[in-house]
């Protein structure tokens, strides 16, 4: 393997590749390039016999790298940083198969911490047009970054609810179920739970003042 400047004109792209970039991720892959002149080095193999005008040029091919090839040329380059490998065709079929599929996967949790380091001065719509994720993603990346607000002090929360166990004498049943049926049936509409609870309160009084 050896890296070299080799001129665009005689960089081929495989014929058997299948991958694709979005349009949307090719224009940033591009404003990359542009806004920083970086990118990893193409991987080509030589084409051995290769026709063309001048057979003294050496021709080659590439195996990894077709979009980079694409927007160099789109912004002018006339060569590539490109790694060149020794390969006889099957071994080049191999890896065009498995150079732009093989790839990791982001920790979301650590992808968001980058982003949010990332967007320091700059706002998400900013960031979106460097990286491939949209605004909305960004911006979701962002608010994962955030720390957890602060649990909230035993005095602010709320008392569970508790189970009481009332023993009633006769009495008294009777005078909390007369409550109890005229609290329900008062008025033409359906009482809520807490009008309900109110009237059945008043009315458990006013039925102990009558006794």
Known sequence: MTLQWIPLECLEPHPENSNRMPPRLLEKLKTHIQRTGLYEPLVVRPLPGAEGADSAVPRYQILNGHHRAEVLRQLGHTHARCDVWEVDDAEARLLLATLNRLEGRDDPAARARLVARLAEGRSAEDLARLLPEPTDAVERLLALAKPPPAPLAAEALEPPARPMTFFLTDDQHEVVSEALH????????????????ERLALWYLEARNRR
């Open 182 to 197: 005229e609290a329900a049936t008062a008025g033409a509409a359906k009482p809520s739970r807490a009008e309900a609870l």
